[in-house]
T-cell receptor, first 114, second 116 residues
């Protein structure tokens, strides 16, 4: 069955710490990969996306993610987090053809301590 | 409009009643998606529309759930004979289209449904 796994449900970091959130997917065929973020009181919004080409993609606010096809992974990273990065982060995948439904992970709640 | 809007923002209903949830996508967006988010869980795909057609309804949990879209604009998600397990936040998103699945989805604020 198609699925997306986010291993860390809750993460607490101090400001300036480095961040890596794991995402693994199980989805046949060629896929598109996304990270969405939901800041407190706000709507879900796109953080970054990968379709093809360079497997290291950069998004907004200093975030980046690396697609490792052999590991079916798309981990999110940031070298130095800020208090304003406190949010819930969702990994998502869909296929490039056929049905375009998105499969989302369960989310990771990140709290950054000032 | 400026973004995706959903109404109502909150809905409390009694078990067995029918509810209708509305989504107004961004103007010009031909693709529209419905998701359900139960407490502490991720987003569960329900259905998506390309124009007024629904190519994939595979996420609808039961035949009590239905959705329609008219005029390539507003969409309504209807839940008949609501059950307590239907309590969740229902999210709507729209995107320019579905070509290659590459367009960013823009999400609405959600409708929080509570079934007593």
């Amino acid at each position: 069955a198609q699925s997306v796994s986010q291993h860390n449900h809750h993460v607490i970091l101090s400001e300036a710490a480095s961040l890596e959130l794991g995402c693994n997917y199980s989805y046949g065929g060629t896929v598109n990969l996304f990270w969405y973020v939901q800041y407190p009181g706000q709507h879900l919004q796109l953080l970054l996306k990968y379709f093809s080409g360079d497997p290291l993609v950069k998004g907004i606010k200093g975030f980046e993610a690396e697609f490792i096809k052999s590991k079916f992974s798309f981990n999110l990273r940031k070298p130095s987090v800020q208090w304003s990065d406190t949010a819930e982060y969702f990994c998502a995948v869909n296929r490039i053809s056929g049905t375009y439904k998105y499969i989302f992970g369960t989310g990771t709640r990140l709290k950054v301590l000032a | 409009g400026a973004g995706v809007s959903q109404s109502p923002s909150n809905k409390v209903t009694e078990k067995g009643k029918d509810v209708e949830l509305r989504c107004d996508p961004i103007s010009g967006h031909t693709a529209l998606y419905w998701y359900r988010q139960r407490l502490g869980q991720g987003l569960e795909f329900l259905i998506y529309f390309q124009g007024n057609s629904a190519p994939d309804k595979s996420g609808l949990p039961s035949d009590r759930f239905s959705a329609e879209r008219t005029g390539e604009s507003v969409s309504t998600l209807t839940i008949q004979r609501t059950q307590q397990e239907d309590s969740a936040v229902y999210l709507c998103a729209s995107s320019l289209d579905t070509s290659g699945g590459r367009h960013e989805q823009f999400f609405g604020p959600g409708t929080r449904l509570t079934v007593l």
